[in-house]
């Protein structure tokens, strides 16, 4: 078990649809990741918030919106997704100090039909 | 760009030792992390080096060297469980909270 929970763990869905992945952490964490995984890749970073503001944005498509509405939560909206967004996403969160790891949770596997 | 080279794959057999080695570019280094990833879950930590030098924790070392922008994982007696990705992943002075990871280096485990 992680730290870091996200959800859903699965979510599977269409080009037209609206979605949310939500993530929570209760270790005061003040910095928080999103993180886009392929099969047999690496983590690859799309957001970085700390105090709950966006500090990066990896030149991520507009169809991914983050969102951080207080320190313990963390959403990613989705709006017409394209097949190869299919990917598992990261979530992961630590303490706003660059010699601090990350925490990762145990992701959402994203499938586009 | 940070390129970070690691191993794509590495066999061992249970009770051995293995040595995963890690290359950075050295400007803007702000760290070395090692992670390690079970398929289908998420990478967990496993040590943070910054300063030359070798990191023990349990069967698990990680050792650094700043002036060749050289790391290593060193994992002994190996247990099958051990099979997993080794994520060498290093933090950069440009941008605070970006970490670039290697590849990965999948390692083995054989009876």
């Known amino acids: 078990d992680t730290e870091v929970t996200q959800t859903p763990k699965h979510l599977v869905m269409g080009m037209t649809n609206k979605k949310s992945l939500k993530c929570e952490q209760h270790?005061?964490?003040?910095?928080m990741y999103w993180y886009k995984q392929k099969a047999k890749k690496p983590p690859e970073l799309m957001f970085v918030y700390s105090y709950e503001k966006l500090s990066i944005n990896e030149s991520v498509p507009s169809r991914f919106s983050p969102e951080c509405p207080n320190s313990s939560l963390l959403n990613l909206h989705l709006h017409a997704l394209q097949p190869e967004d299919s990917a598992l996403y990261l979530c992961?969160?630590?303490?706003?100090?660059?010699?601090?790891?990350?925490?990762f949770g145990d992701g959402t596997r994203l499938s586009i039909l | 760009g940070q390129n970070i080279d690691q191993p794509t794959e590495m066999t061992a057999t249970e009770g051995a030792i293995v040595q995963i080695n890690c290359t950075y570019q050295?400007?803007?280094?702000?760290?070395l992390f090692w992670y390690q990833q079970h398929a289908g879950e998420a990478p967990t930590f496993l040590s943070y080096n910054v300063l030359d030098g070798l990191e023990e924790k349990g069967r698990f070392s990680s050792f650094l060297s700043r002036s060749k922008g050289y790391s290593y994982l060193l994992l002994k007696e190996l247990q099958m469980k051990d099979s997993a990705s080794y994520l060498c992943?290093?933090?950069?002075?440009?941008?605070?909270?970006?970490?670039?990871f290697g590849a990965g280096t999948q390692v083995v485990v054989t009876p």
């Open positions: 992961a969160s630590s303490q706003v100090d660059s010699n601090q790891p990350q925490h």
């Open positions: 050295t400007s803007g280094f702000n760290g």
């Open positions: 992943a290093q933090g950069g002075t440009d941008s605070w909270g970006k970490l670039q």
């Open positions: 270790m005061g964490h003040r910095a």
